[in-house]
């Protein structure tokens, strides 16, 4: 049995949306129906034009009285995911929304229960978690792969200098933390299928009050360690590796923000034949195995795992459950650097 396709509108002319119109585009049951400008008539209509977008708001309380619209992506600054999520909600649209999906964990509640009252499907865009790479390893991490985990290390840098980027001014929810380091503290959260039970972190701030720089450090209760560090000033470099009681997996793509890569997760974990070598770290006794992914398009995945919820009732790959625990980490990281106190969740 056929449904009519989900049909989108786009909240913002965001740079984020060149990878989601595609993907809305090929989905087989989704058709891109609109976009909205807050920068007026004139800007939609442009960006309409470029996108082949059917219509265009000029504002987007326009584009959420539409009443053909379903669903809407919400690529805003940090700091107005919450408000226009909850308006969307209210007209009755599902909700896809980007990472992180707020910045303090009272907006989450706040954005979760307007979805539940209206009844629409939220989720957040963190594109990582739609990928097979990301559920693969945390199936394998799961089942013993390396043993039990005692450190995960995370790093994601770019040099921004953009003057005017969304992600330089506090005011936006901007910050070095929310864009990038958002990754591998949910990287770590679901390689653990655990919250951290206390979070020590360091900021570098810049002009606008958003941190440049971010260093962290998490404790889980199972005994696990993490850190990570997020930076703005540094050259462009993403990995995570995972130390375990009995191997590690070293991960080269880790936020998989690139579209038709290859990637590839190095496992190695001592063999169950017990070697001479004093520490057991001969190389005859370790076990070797490569993970590798072709070409695969999370954006997609995230496209049709929305399309399923909003019309098969599927449930989502990225609970809320999760988004705001991934918040409540990064806002208490964020109180702890205020304070140089280690923050207890
Ligand atoms: N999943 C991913 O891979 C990924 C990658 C990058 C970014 N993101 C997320 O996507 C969101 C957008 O990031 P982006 O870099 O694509 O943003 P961007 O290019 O800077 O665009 C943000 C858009 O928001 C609208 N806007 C509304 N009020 C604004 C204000 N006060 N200041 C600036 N812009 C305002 C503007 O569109 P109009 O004027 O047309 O309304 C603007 O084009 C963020 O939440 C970010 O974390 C996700």
Redesign the pocket.
């Known amino acids: 049995m056929g449904h009519a396709p989900v049909r989108w509108g786009l909240l ?6 060149e ?1 989601l119109i595609p993907a809305m585009r090929s989905a087989p049951r989704s058709e891109l129906l609109a976009v ?4 007026g008539r004139d ?2 209509d442009r ?1 309409a034009a470029t996108w082949n977008i059917p219509r265009a708001c000029g504002s ?1 309380e326009e584009l959420l009285a539409d009443r053909e619209i379903d669903a809407v992506y919400i ?4 700091s ?2 919450r408000e226009w999520t909850i308006a969307a909600a209210r007209a009755g649209k599902h909700v896809l929304c ?3 999906l707020a910045t303090t964990v009272a907006e989450v509640d706040e954005m979760a229960e307007a979805a539940r009252r209206h009844g629409v499907v939220l989720q957040e ?3 990582m978690r739609f990928h097979p790479q990301t559920r693969e390893l945390q199936q394998r991490l799961a089942a013993g792969a390396i043993g039990d985990i005692r450190l995960v290390r995370g790093v994601f840098s770019f040099n921004l200098d953009r003057p005017g ?3 330089l001014d506090a005011a ?1 929810g901007g910050g070095s933390i ?2 990038l380091g958002s990754y591998p503290v949910s990287f770590m959260r679901t390689m653990l299928r655990a919250e951290p039970v206390e979070v020590h972190g360091w900021h570098a701030l810049g002009a606008l009050g958003a941190d440049l720089s971010f260093a962290g450090h998490l404790r889980f209760a199972s005994g696990a360690m993490t850190q990570f560090f997020s930076s703005f000033q540094a050259a462009p470099f993403a990995q995570v590796d995972i130390l375990g009681s009995k191997g590690q997996a070293i991960v080269d793509v880790p936020y998989l ?1 690139k579209v038709g890569i290859s990637t590839q997760v190095r496992i190695w974990r001592t063999g169950a034949s017990r070697a001479a070598g004093t520490f057991s770290d001969s190389p005859a006794n370790i076990e070797e195995e490569l993970l590798t992914f072709d070409n695969v398009n999370a954006y997609q995945n995230e496209v049709d795992s929305m399309v399923a919820s909003i019309l098969n009732g599927a449930e989502p790959v990225v609970p809320l459950s999760e988004s705001r625990g991934n918040v409540a980490t990064l806002a208490a990281l964020c109180a702890s650097a205020q304070t140089g106190a280690a923050v207890r969740l």
Request: charged content about 25%; overall charge positive.
């Open positions: 913002s002319t965001a740079r984020i949306n990878r909205a400008s807050q920068g800007k939609a960006y987007y690529s805003l600054p940090n107005l995911h980007e990472k992180p865009a963190v594109m980027d969304i992600r936006l929310w864009d923000n």
